[in-house]
């Protein structure tokens, strides 16, 4: 998978996310990661055992009705165990679900994995703390540190509630059969599930409005400058890299003709239909601070809550996309005069910035053109280009962008994304600001 639309990974230097990629390992690509093959050699070891003792059985004459039947049993409980096997069966047997498809179910199994591999995360605590000797657990017992280990266990369970309704929803919205999800490939990528998970606080939570306030606010006022010139109803904006969606949610309310959430992530994109789903009909508890042991003030500090209080009414303009941004065509151009793009925490996920600078070109070309940026230049892992403020600023005038406003980042507030204010670490970016226009 690209780099590309990652926020939280990429973005968020909060201590939950250090902790989150420590609770897997390698992300599944088109072959076997480690633990799938470890998986597969520990299945063909103990597959070898049983042969040998069911050799060893027929070379002492015992009786073949009776070892026959425990041989298929003892060989058919040890494939039961071997999540791998369905990546084989995927990967040698022909199937008609595109990849698309294949993604959406995988997504869904990864929601449903949560709670078994969050609590299986957890239990490495205990685990650990059993380690020690006996005086040393002792003492960890006064200050009641297993007590809050169980109590970590009890809030993954409360979690586990909202994501399985979550994948409920999906499977019924997308008519997802038993036999499909049986094809399901198993994902170590549980932080992605959290990531999903943590990010209704940040768009959906009164915690999160300190952080989502000022960036709303400097669209809102961004929208207005454009002018006169820019109704209403002939334009179109785009908001590329939408997470959970409550920028485009909120500019939706503003009224355009066409508003478009275009998210890379299947798992993100899943997490904000549910926003909408007429299965979102419970007060949800979320606890999204217990993914981590690190930086906590407090018990209190770390099982604190956010409520997801039911669906809410989309607004008719706007459409929710599970695409790539650089593929991304406008639907129904006909009548659109303006094209607004909106890049949020976006621009510094590309592997290749001259990709999103393509797209955009595309898809404002022959429109009234308008770009409106707010976000930081942290780039990811294996970018192929790092340009800094400056740079950007060149490479807009050399697509053909002129400047309507660009604010100093130093003189500016700093903003949190996804940073725990009540924690001992916490982190905050200075984010390029720019509006732009481009004519037809």
Known sequence: MKS??????????????????????????????????????????????????????????????????????????????????????????????????????????????????????????????????????DIGNKIGYLA???????????????????????????????????????????????????????????????????ILEFYKKGLSKLGSNVKKSNTAVIVPGSGLGRVAHEIGLEGYQQVHAVEYSMLMHLFNEFVYSEQNNKNYTIYPYIHSYSHHISEANQLRTINLNGSRPKPENLTLHNADFRKFELPNPEGIENVIIVTEFFIDTAENVFEYLDSISKLVQGKNGYWINLGPLKYGSAPKIEPNLEEWKELRALYGWKDIEEVDPLKDDLIGYLTDKKSLWQGNYGVARWISKISK
């Open 4 to 137: 590309e639309q990652k926020k939280f990974n990429q973005n968020n230097p909060s201590s939950i996310q250090v902790s989150l990629k420590k609770q897997e390992g390698l992300h599944p690509t088109g072959n076997m990661n480690s633990r799938q093959q470890k998986e597969l050699s520990e299945f063909l070891t103990k597959t070898s055992i049983i042969l040998i003792t069911y050799a060893l059985l027929l070379v002492f004459n015992v009786n073949t009705k009776i070892a026959f039947p425990i041989l298929i049993i003892m060989v058919l409980s040890n494939a039961y165990k071997l999540k791998s096997l369905s990546f084989l069966f995927n990967k040698f047997v022909k199937t008609d679900i595109s990849s698309h498809r294949a993604e959406l179910i995988n997504a869904v199994k990864s929601i449903q994995e949560y709670n078994a591999k969050t609590k299986k995360w957890n239990s490495r605590r205990r685990s650990a703390y059993n380690q020690m000797s006996g005086h040393h657990k």
């Open 148 to 214: 809050r280990v169980s109590k970590v266990e009890q809030a993954i369970q409360e979690n586990s509630i909202v994501l399985e309704d979550i994948a409920k929803s999906a499977i019924q919205k997308y008519n997802i059969e038993p036999s499909e999800m049986r094809l399901a490939v198993p994902s170590v990528q549980n932080f992605r599930v959290i990531e999903s998970l943590c990010h209704y606080q940040r768009d959906w939570s009164s915690v999160g409005e300190k952080e989502v306030a000022p």
